[in-house]
C-alpha cells in the first residue's frame, strides 16, 4: 500500500508570494495533520483535518490555511511568503481512534 | 500547555554498544507518547507509541521505551546500535482526539562510530 504521499518535493518561492502544498493520506486514513520543520528544530503542528472538519489549530498566523478534500486529501496553503517559512512541510494521516500518525517525506519550500 | 524536552542535542555511540535518548514532557493528563526517528531528507517514522497500559513498549528496528510517570520521562533504549541507526530521534506527546496533535521535543542527533 501506498503512504502518505506529498507534492512537490521541492519548491522555491520568493517573499510575498503565494503557496499550494498538497498531501494524499494512506488509503483509508480520514485525518490529516500538517506539520513544519524548520531547520534543526523538532515538528511543530499546523493544522489538523478530520472528515473534512477543522479539529485543531497550532499557533500560526491566518497567512496559514488549509482544507481537506470529500476523498480525505488536503492542501496547505500559506500567503504573503516570509524568509522564514522556509522549512520541510509534514503531512500525516490517521485512521483515528487510538492509531498513530504516518508521515509523508515532506515538502521542502525555500524562499528566497 | 504540553511540553517536551530531549536533553541531549547530539549523542555519539559506537557501533554495538547500548543507546539510550532521554525524554521529559510536561502535560497534566496521561499523555499519548510516541517515538518517531528521521533520516536526513525524509520525514518520520514511527519507532513506537505508549497509550495505555504496560509501561515498557517494544518498537520496530530493536527499540523500546519506558514510560515513568514519577518521572515525567519516556525514555528511549536499544541494547546494542547499527550503524544504520545513525539519524535524528524525537520525542513526541500527542493530546486532543486519540493523541493526534503532536508536540515534539527538540531532536537528539545520533552518531555511530565504526
Known amino acids: 500500500d501506498a503512504g502518505v504521499t506529498q507534492s512537490p518535493t521541492h519548491l522555491i518561492k520568493t517573499r510575498g508570494q503565494q503557496v499550494t502544498l498538497r498531501c494524499s493520506p494512506i488509503?483509508?486514513?480520514?485525518?490529516v495533520s500538517w506539520y513544519q520543520q524548520v531547520l534543526g528544530q523538532g515538528p511543530q503542528f499546523i493544522f489538523q483535518?478530520?472528515?473534512?472538519?477543522?479539529?485543531g489549530r497550532g499557533n500560526f498566523p491566518d497567512r496559514f490555511s488549509a482544507r481537506q478534500f470529500p476523498n480525505y486529501s488536503s492542501e496547505l496553503n500559506v500567503n504573503a511568503l516570509l524568509l522564514g517559512d522556509s522549512a520541510l512541510y509534514l503531512c500525516a494521516s490517521s485512521s483515528g481512534g487510538d492509531q498513530p500518525q504516518h508521515f509523508g517525506d515532506g515538502t521542502r519550500l525555500s524562499i528566497l | 500547555a504540553q511540553s517536551v524536552t530531549q536533553p541531549d542535542i547530539h549523542i555519539t555511540v559506537s557501533e554495538g554498544a547500548s543507546l539510550e535518548l532521554r525524554c521529559n514532557y510536561s502535560?497534566?493528563?496521561?499523555?499519548?507518547l510516541f517515538w518517531y526517528v528521521q533520516s536526513p531528507g525524509q520525514g518520520l517514522q514511527l519507532l513506537l507509541k505508549?497509550?495505555?497500559?504496560?509501561?515498557l513498549v517494544q518498537g520496530i528496528k530493536g527499540f523500546e521505551a519506558e514510560f515513568k510517570r514519577s518521572q515525567s520521562s519516556f525514555n528511549l533504549r536499544k541494547p546494542s546500535v547499527h550503524w544504520s541507526d545513525a539519524a535524528e530521534y524525537f520525542c513526541a506527546v500527542g493530546v486532543g482526539a486519540a493523541g493526534n496533535k503532536l508536540t515534539f521535543g527538540g531532536g537528539t542527533r545520533v552518531l555511530v562510530k565504526p
Open positions: 488509503s483509508g486514513h480520514k485525518s
Open positions: 502535560y497534566g493528563a496521561t499523555p499519548y
Open positions: 505508549y497509550f495505555s497500559g504496560d509501561t
Open positions: 483535518y478530520y472528515e473534512k472538519e477543522e479539529r
